[in-house]
């Protein structure tokens, strides 16, 4: 695993990553969570933390740590490195023993350029379907053959086809589709729950603007009228092709009164008193 900056946690113990660490990531019953770090704030921290213990019942166990605990180690992760802008990663392993195992690290952080945004992404189709969805289970072996196909066809990111024919979201993002006036998204029981595509919802409702929780059939993208992927990293990105059917996502007046409202709820979040 890579690791950012000169400090990380392993269970609650504080290590200079000058040291050798037995701890690895793709151990069985783990779970993990990403945090995205804002001017030295963590970004919705509270949602962040309900899916992650979610995750662990999803799985059949209860994590041993508290979520003030989990807070003091990500803040002292983010004192230690000095880091304002960064994503972090949290890792529980060995949930069904006794003595969980628990590693807290900054990553590599990539964060779309305004150009993206201008102009949209182009992502591809992947025919995979993940076991568990609802939890933030790790599976590298899929994440390698997504990033290597990614990596051939100059894409950034893959939407998922299930057995079925259908998209229920992407390798590490949730997606949105955009038919005339209603926004389409997989129903939460087939996909995970990411705290952006939760908040993404509420901002439909809230501006009355039609959402349909079904997935759509991977024959259908032609046509749609627009569609965008949601992440921690993210937060709402215009796609502007997917495949070979291109999109004018970054034109459609639904996709930018989304965009601009969820940048307007990270302020309110960031900025509160």
């Known amino acids: ?5 000169k400090y ?8 200079n990553t000058y040291e050798k660490t037995n701890f690895s990531e793709g151990i069985n019953n783990s ?7 804002i001017g030295g704030k963590v970004l919705f921290l509270e949602e962040h933390l309900e899916r992650l213990f979610k995750s662990a019942e999803i799985l059949g166990f209860k994590l041993n740590s508290s979520k003030e605990r989990i807070v003091k180690n990500i803040n002292i992760v983010i004192d230690k490195n000095n880091y304002k802008n960064i994503n972090i990663k949290l890792i529980f392993s060995d949930l069904d023993k ?3 195992k628990s590693m807290i690290f900054c990553i590599k952080s990539y964060y779309p350029d305004k150009k993206m945004y201008e102009t949209g992404i182009n992502t591809i189709i992947y025919h995979s379907e993940r076991e568990k969805p609802n ?8 994440r390698e053959k997504v990033n290597n196909e990614l990596k051939s066809k100059n894409a950034f990111e893959a939407l998922l086809v299930n057995k079925e024919g259908v998209i229920t979201e992407g390798s590490r993002s949730n997606m949105f589709f ?5 926004i389409y998204t997989a129903p939460p029981k087939s996909v995970l729950l990411g705290v952006t595509r939760n908040r993404v919802v509420n901002i439909c409702k809230n501006l009355n603007i039609k959402i349909k929780e079904i997935c759509i059939d991977e024959n259908d993208i032609f046509c749609l ?17 997917i495949e070979k059917c291109n999109l004018n996502s970054t034109n459609n007046s639904i996709i930018k009164k989304i965009s601009k409202e969820y940048e307007n709820s990270i302020n309110e979040y960031l900025y509160k008193k």
């Open 1 to 5: 695993m890579q690791i950012e900056g």
């Open 8 to 15: 990380y946690i392993v269970n609650g113990i504080i290590h």
């Open 31 to 37: 779970i993990y969570e990403v945090v995205r770090v």
């Open 98 to 100: 006794e003595e969980q």
């Open 135 to 142: 939890a933030k289970v790790g599976n590298n072996k899929l």
């Open 178 to 182: 955009v038919k005339g006036e209603i």
């Open 225 to 241: 009228d627009g569609a965008f992927m949601t992440g921690t990293s993210v937060n709402v990105l215009p796609i502007k092709s």
